[in-house]
């Protein structure tokens, strides 16, 4: 079945500092890909998608490239803020895995001043 | 506009205790969520309802039933409750069930501990 699999935290950077999130998924046909975001004490929120291969999703700084080759998405920013600290899901839904969305088990990221 | 709204925001429970979570959105959405989230696992689905009058098992149903009493509305119940049912729960809703790129819209969750 489909799978995702991002890699594991938690993840420290400091203010302005280049943020790389490795996401990979196991998925038949042509699923959507998507990075959700979730905030301290808080739900998670949509931050990026992406449909089809090749297309990027992009918001508030951060872009994940949908690479078909490689089954991947990785999330990235170019300088992150302290704000950012949160905890980055990577998800997947659709192809032939129908319509539930399967998530990863997330990354904490630190953003120290 | 408050979008999806979940209440109780904690509750501790003896084992062998009922409870229901509430779960309401405003969007007109036709398809609502149930999931569980635990350290390192990701959410997980408990169950889900496609549409107003219909529910189905996801990935992690044993120990729960669920209720959609209308479009807005989606509650769970935990009839007996389990240390292992210790989590924290999220309720969710999006437009419909098959769309492409179907974001989900989450509420702000529960965290449940059965002692």
């Known amino acids: 079945g489909n799978s995702v699999t991002q890699m594991e935290g938690p993840v420290t950077l400091s203010e302005e500092a280049f943020l790389t999130i490795n996401c990979t998924y196991t998925?038949?046909?042509?699923?959507?890909l998507f990075w959700y975001v979730q905030y301290p004490g808080e739900g998670l929120q949509l931050l990026l998608k992406?449909?089809?291969?090749?297309d990027k999703g992009s918001n508030k700084g951060f872009e994940a490239t949908y690479r078909k080759e490689t089954t991947s998405f990785h999330l990235e920013k170019g300088s992150v803020q302290v704000s950012d600290s949160a905890v980055y899901f990577c998800?997947?839904?659709?192809?032939?895995?129908?319509?539930?969305?399967?998530f990863g088990a997330g990354t904490r990221l630190f953003v120290k001043a | 506009n408050a979008g999806v709204t979940q209440t109780p925001k904690f509750q501790v429970l003896k084992t062998g205790q009922s409870m229901t979570l509430q779960c309401a959105q405003d969007?007109?959405?036709?398809?609502m969520y149930w999931y569980r989230q635990d350290p390192g696992m990701g959410l997980r689905l408990i169950y889900y309802?496609?549409?107003?009058?219909?529910?189905d098992k996801g990935e992690v149903p044993n120990g729960y039933n669920v209720s959609r009493l209308n479009k807005r509305e989606f509650s769970l119940r935990l009839e007996s409750a389990a240390p292992s049912q210790t989590s924290v729960y999220f309720c969710?809703?999006?437009?419909?069930?098959?769309?492409?790129?179907?974001?989900?819209?989450f509420g702000p969750g529960t965290r449940l501990t059965v002692l």
């Open positions: 969710a809703s999006s437009e419909a069930l098959h769309t492409r790129g179907n974001e989900q819209f």
């Open positions: 969007m007109n959405h036709n398809s």
């Open positions: 992406a449909t089809k291969a090749d």
């Open positions: 309802s496609a549409s107003e009058g219909t529910t």
């Open positions: 998925a038949t046909g042509y699923p959507s």
């Open positions: 998800a997947l839904s659709g192809g032939t895995g129908g319509f539930k969305t399967i």
